[in-house]
């Protein structure tokens, strides 16, 4: 090409690439405020016949992999199985479930995201999430504890509040944003998921690893050296979480909820997951 | 930009500890990294397999194993924090990429040269120190400089470990404040002030090296 | 206890779950090294012609990815695209990322590569009546890729390796699946990582006997 032909031609590109950037980013911000008056979640799961459930792949009981299924298996995965019949029935819309694996930094992002339609994957009802999110009732109730060696002389979160203790805590959980309320001496170490987290308590990068009470008694079962110290110390019952704004999936969602409780189904489940589990009254978990 | 102004000592410490660690680790794979290039060209031969096994197991396994490895499994017997086990497995990791850059640097040098200074009664490691290595490094700066850049990029594997680097406070917020977007933006702007002048000025010194030669 | 580990952390259906993250790995890499190398070469032969402008501006947002680190894009492409309206699941989020960041990395070798060839071949071919992008072609690419090809396979090497950073948004790929293993039981961590160290380096030191291979074969 010619000097001033390539010149020419040079400019031209760099406007109509540089339009087509500008085109993008303004397409970009119109639909992030078309997104924010977003879709309907019932209306979506209903045509498209199956609900897309975020669950725990490395919470025991709750949510771990069965590596020789490739399917997560737990306590969350077969409640959200008995709520998808429960909103089949009561819509009249067969629906299958799906689930997608989430860590505990990525569950609340798929729900914005629409990644996923709804979240059974051992959350806290919190106010600051419910600006943001919008749960059903509580399916489950549980609070924070902290999980530490037999005989490491710890007996409570209190006798943690030194600098010279770090505890464990994964990113994005309410215990990691709860914890410096009760021990704000102690330094903390967040991590991207649990099964990390605890490698790390046992390698001794932290002497206590805190989170909710039901998934350390999980960790406690598998590892008889550690056991939970001083009970819970904050009150966080799960709830299973939509996008903001779902009123109609919301309420199917927490009148099919009630409806396994009542049916027994739900206590069969507790039966099924928590009557093994050392030092915990599973009982006590029993839809009344 | 609220959300900059809001958590400005965060994004701030996850900065200083994204180049910490970055220093401390070129520091460490410069050492580590001359010493294996020296060690795969001096005449023992076990020697040279040694040093060569090592840059091709480090070269060729993810800098995530290494770090998890030393993370999880060496902490059980040697106490390290998540910020020290990611900066030792970034230290190992990127020294098996200098010493292969300060290899080929070496060889580039005229084989002559380490016979002449010999001939002239220096030692091996005379040679080495005075004659050759000088020599090599200037031939080697454009890509020692890439790879510091990567190194810098790469410590953002400290985030997994909880590290306490850019990366890390960068999902933190996010997790926090669900502003993912200008998040990520700002922890991208950070990490450019550090790797763009850089590359640059690399870009610029490849070039003049060029027209040298 | 160690030893316990060893054997049944491999139960057949540990080995087959991690394989499969092997093929989830292996399939990210390939579809992400054909898409590079085909925008890596278009932005590389882009910047090498020196359009004004036009190659400076691609060159500096080349530039920027470039020297961003990639488990940022990764991020952004699955926390943060989906704020504008792109949704992407967790394969094709690491897939765009993946290919995005080695593009511009590509680039810089294709730009490099071109550079090396002697500018008088251009001359030549042009009098001889090729035109720009006939010469392009059949002339300068074919040379300029065989010298880069060991440069290009040691970046197909660290997309490998960099495909472990996705377990970051949970794909399930060979880092992830082994993270799964050692949640059924920490005594299986040993094991299972040197386990997938292992499979990790037959895999890129076969790519870099090929990359030596073909350096011999073309010098």
Excluded: C
């Amino acid at each position: 090409m010619e000097k001033a032909k390539k010149r020419q031609f040079g400019i031209i590109a760099t406007i109509v690439l540089a339009a087509v950037i500008v085109l993008g980013l303004m397409w970009a911000t119109a639909t992030a405020k078309q997104n924010e008056a977003h879709q309907d979640t019932l209306a979506r799961v209903e045509k498209l016949g199956r609900i897309v459930w975020g669950v725990k792949a490395d919470t025991k009981l709750f949510g771990l992999m069965n590596t020789k299924t490739g399917k997560p298996e737990g306590f969350d995965i077969d409640i959200a199985k008995a709520l998808t019949v429960q909103i089949s029935k009561q819509t009249g819309v067969p629906m299958s479930a799906e689930f997608v694996p989430v860590s505990a930094s990525s569950k609340m992002q798929l729900i914005k995201n629409t990644n996923i339609d709804g979240s059974v994957s051992t959350m806290t009802i919190t106010p600051e999430r419910e600006k943001i999110i919008d749960f059903t009732n509580q399916y489950f109730d549980a609070g924070q504890s902290i999980l530490v060696k037999k005989d490491s002389g710890i007996n409570s979160v209190k006798d943690m509040n030194d600098s010279k203790y770090t505890i464990i805590v994964v990113v994005g959980t309410t215990a990691a944003t709860e914890i410096a309320k009760f021990a704000p001496k102690a330094k903390v170490l967040a991590v991207q998921d649990y099964a990390t987290g605890m490698q790390a308590l046992k390698s001794g990068q932290g002497q206590a690893m805190s989170t909710d009470n039901a998934i350390l008694y999980g960790f406690a079962t598998e590892n008889p050296d550690y056991h939970i110290a001083g009970g819970t110390f904050t009150h966080g019952p799960y709830g299973i979480a939509f996008d903001n704004n779902q009123k109609p999936m919301i309420r199917e969602a927490n009148k099919a909820l009630a409806k396994i409780k009542e049916n027994g189904v739900y206590n069969q489940l507790v039966k099924k997951w928590f009557s093994d589990v050392p030092g915990l009254d599973w009982h006590s978990l029993e839809a009344k | 930009m609220a959300l900059l102004q809001n958590n400005f000592p965060t994004f701030m410490q996850g900065f200083g500890y994204t180049l910490l660690s970055s220093l401390i680790a070129l520091v460490g794979s410069m050492i580590l990294g001359t010493a294996f290039a020296i060690m795969q060209i001096v005449p023992k031969k076990w020697v040279r397999k040694v040093g060569n096994v090592y840059v091709q197991v480090f070269r060729n396994i993810p800098l995530l194993i290494i770090t998890f490895f030393f993370f999880l499994v060496v902490s059980k017997y040697v106490k390290m924090s998540g910020f020290m086990s990611g900066t030792i497995a970034l230290m190992l990791y990127t020294s098996a990429f200098i010493a292969e850059t300060v290899r080929a640097g070496i060889l580039s040098i005229d084989g002559g040269q380490m016979e002449g200074a010999r001939a002239n009664g220096l030692s091996f490691a005379q040679a080495m120190q005075y004659i050759i290595l000088p020599q090599a490094f200037r031939v080697a700066l454009p890509s020692l400089g890439n790879q510091f850049i990567n190194l810098v990029k790469n410590s953002s594997i400290l985030a997994f470990v909880g590290g306490l680097d850019l990366m890390y406070q960068g999902n933190m917020i996010a997790a926090n404040t669900f502003e993912t977007f200008s998040t990520y933006i700002i922890v991208g702007i950070l990490y450019l002030i550090i790797t763009l002048p850089l590359s640059y000025y690399m870009q610029h010194l490849e070039r003049k090296l060029k027209h040298a030669a | 206890m160690v030893t316990l580990g060893i054997f049944s952390a491999f139960t057949p259906q540990n080995v087959m779950y991690l394989l499969g993250g092997l093929g989830i790995t292996v399939g990210v890499s390939i579809i992400s090294v054909i898409l590079s190398l085909i925008f890596g070469s278009v932005v590389g032969i882009i910047q090498f012609e020196r359009l004004p402008y036009f190659s400076k501006f691609v060159g500096t947002i080349n530039n920027v990815i470039r020297n961003l680190p990639l488990l940022l894009i990764i991020f952004f492409v699955y926390f943060a695209l989906p704020k504008i309206g792109i949704h992407l699941p967790i394969f094709w989020a690491t897939v765009v990322a993946m290919s995005t960041f080695e593009s511009a990395m590509l680039a810089e070798i294709v730009r490099g590569g071109l550079e090396s060839i002697d500018i008088g071949q251009f001359e030549g071919a042009r009098a001889n009546g090729l035109s720009n992008m006939q010469t392009m072609i059949y002339i300068i690419l074919p040379q300029a890729y065989k010298k880069m090809i060991p440069p290009i396979i040691s970046q197909l090497i660290s997309l490998v390796k960099d495909t472990s950073l996705a377990m970051g948004i949970v794909l399930a790929e060979m880092t992830y699946r082994s993270q799964i293993i050692y949640a059924q039981n920490s005594t299986y961590i040993i094991p299972v990582l040197v386990a997938i160290t292992l499979v990790y380096f037959v895999l890129n030191y076969g790519l870099s006997l090929i990359a030596r291979w073909a350096d011999h074969k073309l010098a």
